[in-house]
């Protein structure tokens, strides 16, 4: 047999941490704040877990950040999707028509010009090795044939 007191407020420490979130949210970020601050200053693995639960629990960034953020995506999605339309004026259209064939040629051509250098970077880097190995092997080649005693000579000899 159970038996209830008037006094005591169902739901226990649950209860109390929906209640204590519930006013910490009506009073705004900074009440957060000032919480997490003076759950480091009493005892800081209560500052941790406030501030834990504000990252993970989007209570930090949950009207300043993330709706400025969601604004700025939202628009630019819209230009960017308004760019390929026509306008309606056809002067305008064939400028416009004109001038991003110019710019895709230009880049293709930068393109092709950066092949190009970084080919002949490529071959004179090569040629510059093995430039380098044949000076290094005919030095190896001729210091060689100087230590070799001549065929006619004996050893110990003069």
Same mark, same amino acid.
């Given at each position: 047999?159970?038996?209830?007191?008037?006094?005591?407020?169902?739901?226990?420490?649950?209860?109390?941490?929906?209640?204590?979130?519930?006013?910490?949210?009506?009073?705004?970020?900074?009440?957060?704040?000032?919480?997490?601050?003076?759950? +480091?200053?009493?005892?800081?693995?209560?500052?941790?877990?406030?501030?834990?639960?504000?990252?993970?629990?989007?209570?930090?960034?949950?009207?300043?950040?993330?709706?400025?953020?969601?604004?700025?995506? !939202?628009?630019?999605?819209?230009?960017?999707?308004?760019?390929?339309?026509?306008?309606?004026? !056809?002067?305008?259209?064939?400028?416009?028509?004109?001038?991003?064939?110019?710019?895709?040629?230009?880049?293709?051509? +930068?393109?092709?010009?950066?092949?190009?250098?970084?080919?002949?970077?490529?071959?004179?880097?090569?040629?510059?090795?093995?430039?380098?190995?044949?000076?290094?092997?005919?030095?190896?080649?001729?210091?060689?044939?100087?230590?070799?005693?001549?065929?006619?000579?004996?050893?110990?000899?003069?």
């Amino acid at each position: 047999m159970y038996m209830t007191s008037d006094t005591a407020r169902p739901g226990g420490i649950r209860n109390a941490f929906r209640r204590a979130e519930g006013w910490l949210d009506q009073r705004g970020k900074w009440a957060w704040i000032a919480a997490m601050v003076l759950g +480091f200053i009493i005892f800081w693995p209560v500052g941790l877990a406030l501030l834990a639960y504000m990252i993970w629990g989007k209570k930090m960034f949950a009207r300043s950040c993330g709706q400025r953020r969601q604004a700025t995506d !939202h628009s630019w999605g819209r230009h960017a999707m308004r760019a390929g339309q026509p306008t309606g004026n !056809h002067a305008f259209d064939d400028y416009k028509a004109q001038a991003l064939r110019r710019l895709e040629e230009e880049q293709e051509a +930068f393109e092709a010009f950066l092949q190009r250098l970084r080919t002949s970077k490529d071959k004179s880097e090569f040629d510059s090795f093995m430039d380098e190995r044949a000076r290094a092997t005919s030095a190896q080649d001729a210091a060689e044939s100087e230590a070799k005693p001549e065929p006619g000579a004996r050893a110990g000899e003069y």
